[in-house]
């Protein structure tokens, strides 16, 4: 198959270098550090639909990154994008919200198996630091753990010391353990007993740059048992997982019942909306902090919300993009074999990360993405992949033979670090 | 005139606190401490258009929050709606930029006089925090100064210690002055020299529940002189006057240049962006720093921000809104006068406070706002209120006809302490 150019991206990006801070930014941005062979990935899309993008130069290409998780029903499903239109031909952000805050509301609580309530945002990180701020309400403390390498946003709190703007004071409260070490969480929780407000994590760990860890067997049974046992808010932060694992929330997917819990990418399938969810123990303290913005309560993505959330749940989209998954990283492993690559699939298959093993500094492994990409499937590589309901069998085949053809390039070609002009 | 009552309004909010803690949020909400009597306000909109906005009873409003400042050009311009239908039609939230996102950094670039480079967000605190993180990595320092009960979002480090929520270390940095205080800012710079990172403002003093101060003679060409002269990054929030003062920043309508200005609400009219705009010699350090959102480059609203900011400039509507703003408060103030009220304006008129003089703990004024705003008139008696350019003169004629009702029925009825049922 022929590989794609991408003149127009780079005129555009010429163009963007001098009105944006490093001409794109994110993932591929100049602070991300992820050493992409940029020449061989489009910058700018021109037109998404379904499963699908196409780029500035016209390519097209099957996305698997769905935006970053926004994507789960395929760009602009019909639904979704019907009940947005009818809503903003009465009006959108407005000085009140309208009736569809409340009928959101009532659908979160009844959809989640944990919510008793919602407070609707826009970022994602706009709702793990009212969660955090819920926690230090109730318990009147400070301290908060984290798990190590964990992405919660990008506000300083959730940076670390050292990185550019952020301060000490930012992260004085942060405590750390790696994510499914029960042990070291126990110890965490024993010597800073009486002064932890919360402990935040995602429902597994997918951390960029390294394999993805589901929690160990009985993990969260223990977790939840020790945070209620320490008065400790257990806030589960399923910005990412939330909808790809399970409509009733991925506490629920993993058997245990979190005190808050953190929505956003899949909650609109693209119209921008967050949600915290909480337990009725927490409702007083959210309702003492002073926690708002203009475009919260817009009516349009609200409305959008109500009306993924209930396909969502008609056709259990997560089921959905389990199996799909599961096909497309069974045959991708099945493709890197015949070529001699182990390439190792981790977390779960709706939402997998993947690298080639035995692959120091992810050489090969860019190489192969890149030969990907340039082909018309569009993986990143250092961050968890994303499925869509939109993908069909044929995506799936198509997929599976460029990713065949990718492999080939690389066992021909070399990796990234013999290639000219590839290590932009 | 008939007064409005709220029937589905109240059976809304009771469906609402069951599902959203406190029911409501923001300035209506219970973290507020606004102590509005809210059986004389609505508490839900079913349609906005134009001045407009309707209530779930049905009852019309002229709408003097203009959703606490996003509506600028009348809800649902035609031009600005256009453009983002237009962009829909072919993707909004995907993997990456489109060239729109290239398009509105250049017209940024062109319209704020000190932008050499912008960069979007959604919410106007992720321009707030990313100023202070920028500042802080550009200069190697920690601190910065405030002005006290200035307004930059809700993040933890905006607020103040001891409310529910914040910790000591969430403004173990901040250093506060008050607003026009050119002493008090010298000798903060002095007392701090080499540690200050940041001097962040408003263009002018806009609280709640006190009077607004415009910037005294000479105030911001010396704090200018001050910040160059002390190596402090000079941030201005333009965030809420942004576009009602001067379509080339608040800065410039005041004859200074800011390092950082940060613009959200009116820079879409109702759509969903926010920006920072910045100099050349802090373009390294924003771009060093992580910081990306999902949505934050989604292109329907970014298609809506080009079209409103084209059109603002064509039109002036910052000019518009100054003089409509200036007829309505001064119709508003003799109005006042006619019932022996004195109406005490300040700020500037295209976003002006208002109080009623020698009333403690706005006792009369709270009255008087309620008896506008069942008449249908929507005020907030404890914010700056805002206007748009779809506001006519028959909505400033019927206005000031309601606000001589409003002012009659006070003198008539009493103060709220003397209202049956308005202390709720």
Redesign the interface.
Same mark, same amino acid.
């Given at each position: 198959m022929k590989t794609y150019t991408y003149e127009k991206s780079r005129e555009?990006f010429k163009?963007?270098l !001098?009105?944006?801070?490093?001409g794109?930014? *994110?993932?591929?941005?100049? #602070?991300?550090g992820c050493f992409m062979p940029v020449d061989a990935f489009?910058?700018?899309?021109?037109?998404?639909?379904g499963a699908y993008?196409w780029?500035?130069d016209g390519n097209r290409f099957i996305?698997y990154? /769905?935006?970053?998780?926004? &994507?789960i029903l395929g760009?602009?499903d019909p639904d979704v994008?019907a009940a947005a239109?009818a809503q903003?031909k009465?009006? &959108? /952000?407005?000085?009140?919200?309208? +009736?569809k %805050?409340?009928e959101f509301?009532?659908l %979160?609580?009844d959809t989640v198996e944990m919510a008793d309530?919602?407070?609707f945002c !826009?970022?994602?990180?706009?709702t793990t +630091?009212f969660a955090? %701020?819920?926690a230090?309400?109730a318990t009147g403390r !400070?301290k908060i753990v984290l798990t190590r390498g964990g992405y919660h946003?990008?506000?300083?709190?959730t940076?670390k010391a050292g990185?550019?703007? @952020?301060?000490p004071?930012?992260v #004085?409260?942060n405590l750390y353990a790696e994510f499914g070490d029960y042990a070291a969480l126990e110890r965490l929780f024993t010597e800073n007993r009486g002064e932890i407000a919360c402990f935040m994590a995602t429902p597994y760990h997918h951390p960029v740059f390294e394999d993805n860890r589901l929690p160990p067997d009985g993990y969260w049974k223990k977790v939840r048992e020790l945070c209620t046992r320490e008065g400790v808010v257990l806030a589960v932060d399923d910005v990412r997982c939330g909808f790809r694992l399970d409509t009733r929330g991925s506490d629920a997917h993993y058997g245990f019942k979190a005190d808050l819990e953190c929505f /956003?990418?899949a909650l609109a399938n *693209?119209? &921008?909306v967050s949600a915290l969810c909480?337990t009725d123990a927490l409702?007083?303290?959210?309702? $003492? @902090? %002073?926690?708002?913005? $203009?475009?919260?309560?817009?009516?349009a993505?609200i409305a959008a919300a109500v009306a993924c959330v209930t396909k969502m749940r008609r056709i259990d989209s997560a089921k959905i993009c389990l199996e799909k998954g599961t096909k497309l990283t069974e045959g991708l492993a099945a493709a890197g074999k015949a070529h001699g690559f182990n390439l190792v699939v981790s977390g779960e298959p709706s939402m997998w990360f993947m690298r080639i093993a035995d692959d120091p500094d992810f050489d090969h492994h860019q190489a192969w993405v890149a030969e990907c990409v340039r082909r018309g499937v569009?993986f990143t590589n250092h961050h968890n992949l994303f499925i869509n309901t939109a993908v069909s069998d044929e995506d799936i085949r198509f997929t599976l033979e460029i990713a065949d053809e990718a492999f080939a390039a690389v066992k021909r070609d070399g990796p990234l670090s013999a290639r000219k002009g590839w290590q932009s």
């Amino acid at each position: 198959m022929k590989t794609y150019t991408y003149e127009k991206s780079r005129e555009l990006f010429k163009r963007a270098l !001098k009105v944006v801070p490093g001409g794109v930014y *994110g993932h591929l941005g100049p #602070a991300e550090g992820c050493f992409m062979p940029v020449d061989a990935f489009p910058f700018f899309a021109s037109r998404a639909q379904g499963a699908y993008f196409w780029d500035a130069d016209g390519n097209r290409f099957i996305d698997y990154m /769905c935006a970053f998780g926004p &994507n789960i029903l395929g760009y602009n499903d019909p639904d979704v994008d019907a009940a947005a239109h009818a809503q903003l031909k009465e009006g &959108n /952000c407005a000085s009140l919200p309208t +009736a569809k %805050m409340v009928e959101f509301g009532e659908l %979160m609580t009844d959809t989640v198996e944990m919510a008793d309530w919602a407070f609707f945002c !826009k970022n994602g990180g706009d709702t793990t +630091a009212f969660a955090i %701020m819920i926690a230090r309400a109730a318990t009147g403390r !400070k301290k908060i753990v984290l798990t190590r390498g964990g992405y919660h946003g990008v506000a300083p709190w959730t940076q670390k010391a050292g990185h550019p703007g @952020i301060t000490p004071e930012d992260v #004085a409260n942060n405590l750390y353990a790696e994510f499914g070490d029960y042990a070291a969480l126990e110890r965490l929780f024993t010597e800073n007993r009486g002064e932890i407000a919360c402990f935040m994590a995602t429902p597994y760990h997918h951390p960029v740059f390294e394999d993805n860890r589901l929690p160990p067997d009985g993990y969260w049974k223990k977790v939840r048992e020790l945070c209620t046992r320490e008065g400790v808010v257990l806030a589960v932060d399923d910005v990412r997982c939330g909808f790809r694992l399970d409509t009733r929330g991925s506490d629920a997917h993993y058997g245990f019942k979190a005190d808050l819990e953190c929505f /956003c990418k899949a909650l609109a399938n *693209g119209w &921008n909306v967050s949600a915290l969810c909480g337990t009725d123990a927490l409702r007083d303290a959210a309702a $003492s @902090i %002073m926690y708002t913005g $203009s475009y919260w309560l817009s009516a349009a993505p609200i409305a959008a919300a109500v009306a993924c959330v209930t396909k969502m749940r008609r056709i259990d989209s997560a089921k959905i993009c389990l199996e799909k998954g599961t096909k497309l990283t069974e045959g991708l492993a099945a493709a890197g074999k015949a070529h001699g690559f182990n390439l190792v699939v981790s977390g779960e298959p709706s939402m997998w990360f993947m690298r080639i093993a035995d692959d120091p500094d992810f050489d090969h492994h860019q190489a192969w993405v890149a030969e990907c990409v340039r082909r018309g499937v569009y993986f990143t590589n250092h961050h968890n992949l994303f499925i869509n309901t939109a993908v069909s069998d044929e995506d799936i085949r198509f997929t599976l033979e460029i990713a065949d053809e990718a492999f080939a390039a690389v066992k021909r070609d070399g990796p990234l670090s013999a290639r000219k002009g590839w290590q932009s």
